[in-house]
């Protein structure tokens, strides 16, 4: 199946600053992208979907002044955690729809474990 | 709405035993798919199946099987014969056909962690 590359696996920053996390599809072209978080022994949430060329859809809840997301290529998108404060502090992840897999398959980044201190 | 319940938090084995992860799942759309992922310690996911809504037929892929039941809205998931690489958090996951404006979102069950002691 195709891949998606996320980076980086691991950040730590400091109270009050901002964060980006890359997604990007390798050798296919995704123009929707779905961003997950989870936090700690829990299930994955979604938080908002990526449109490539367009504003993204955020789920309820989801604080979309905190948590900017940029799809300007059919290859990357990317979601920038602004201000960051601990409770933000989860594991994120990305997603596409792996076009070798046909209707209904996707396929995932390695996830960003974001910790702030 | 989509709601997918696995209400096996944890489970735990030994070795060579065979475990069953259940998986049941509500939506009023009658086309969807259904899927396992797998999660080890290093957090990626691994996808290991995806099921058609219309497709009840029962599959088998080494030591994984897969039981879908509609009329129970089940998706349930054995292991046979366990072994210690199986330890993770298991998810089972929904998303609508195409068309839909849930189409691509996936709707995660809240996990099982299955532990395989040697």
């Known amino acids: 199946g195709a891949v998606v590359s996320q980076h980086p696996s691991w950040v730590i920053c400091k109270s009050g600053t901002s964060v980006k996390i890359e997604c990007r599809s390798l050798d296919f072209q995704a123009t929707t992208m779905f961003w997950y978080r989870q936090f700690p022994k829990q299930s994955l949430m979604l938080m908002a979907t990526?449109?490539?060329?367009?504003?993204?859809?955020?789920e309820q809840g989801v604080e979309k002044d905190k948590f900017l997301i940029n799809h300007a290529s059919l290859t990357l998108s990317t979601l920038t955690v602004t201000s960051a404060h601990p409770e933000d502090s989860s594991f994120y992840i990305c997603?596409?729809?792996?076009?070798?897999?046909?209707?209904?398959?996707?396929?995932f980044g390695s996830g960003t474990r974001l910790t702030v201190v | 709405a989509q709601k997918v319940t696995q209400a096996q938090t944890e489970i735990s084995v030994v070795e060579k035993e065979d475990v069953t992860l259940d998986c049941v799942y509500e939506t009023r759309d009658t086309t969807y798919y259904l899927f396992w992922y797998k999660q080890p310690p290093s957090g990626e996911l691994v996808f290991l199946i995806r099921r058609n809504s219309f497709d009840e037929q029962n599959e088998i892929s080494g030591r994984y099987s897969w039981n879908f039941q509609k009329s129970t809205s089940s998706f349930n998931f054995t292991i046979t014969a366990s072994q210690v690489v199986d330890s993770a958090v298991y998810f089972c996951?929904?998303?609508?056909?195409?068309?839909?404006?849930?189409?691509?979102?996936?709707?995660f069950g809240q996990g099982t962690i299955l532990t395989v002691h040697p």
């Open positions: 990526s449109n490539e060329g367009s504003k993204a859809t955020y």
């Open positions: 997603s596409a729809r792996d076009p070798d897999r046909g209707e209904g398959g996707y396929t």
């Open positions: 996951a929904l998303t609508l056909n195409a068309g839909g404006t849930s189409y691509g979102k996936l709707t």
